[in-house]
């Protein structure tokens, strides 16, 4: 079997590295000991590291696009939305160094700005159509000027729970992240669920305990 493209095998191991040691801790030449080639080989791919993490910034933007279909106009469900949550909590695994040290990187890399930037206020504007489509169907029970708030909650939970842990001093994997994020996000939920879909949420909630 044919080995993956030198290039290909770069990003692939760049991102485990930056999301095992983060970004700043990792260097040109750990990279390339990790594909097992030279520092020189490397350099002909990418001349410096910025470009390694635009490259990655650019697949996580290809990635992102997935995440962001709007609900169903009609009948949304609790399904659909949480096949919205795992997309996004899937998403936010596979590129963990980018929500990490935020500050520090988007100083680093202008174009890690523009690009984090652009993901949060998609990621509200499609978090909140789906509360809208989950309040429309019923399944939850909303005033006009929560909705906001509460989606804003949300995202913060998504994408900075990780973080949360990390300054308490509690060690986090991939898995166990995605799924307190899954389960602060449905317990955000649950106090607004009718009382039809309660019973939904309430099984959910003890799914990702």
Known sequence: MAKPDTR??????????????????TTTNHIADE????????????RRKSELVEALLAEFQADARRVFDPPADQHATIED????????LEVL??????????????????KASHALKGFSKALNAVTQLHVEALRREYHLQLKDKEVSFLCRNLVVIALFSE????????????????LKAARGILGMLAPYASEESMPVFAELTALYN
């Open 8 to 25: 290909i095998r770069i990003l692939v191991n760049s991102l485990h590295l930056f999301n095992e040691y983060g970004e700043p801790n």
């Open 93 to 110: 695994a596979a590129y963990r160094f980018l929500f990490r040290d935020t500050a520090t990187l988007v100083s680093a890399y202008p």
């Open 163 to 178: 973080r949360y842990d990390e300054l308490c001093g509690i060690e986090t994997t991939a898995d166990s992240s995605a």
């Open 81 to 88: 939305f949480l096949t919205f949550l795992h997309l996004l």
């Open 35 to 46: 594909v097992d080639i030279s520092p020189g080989n490397l350099h002909y791919h990418f």
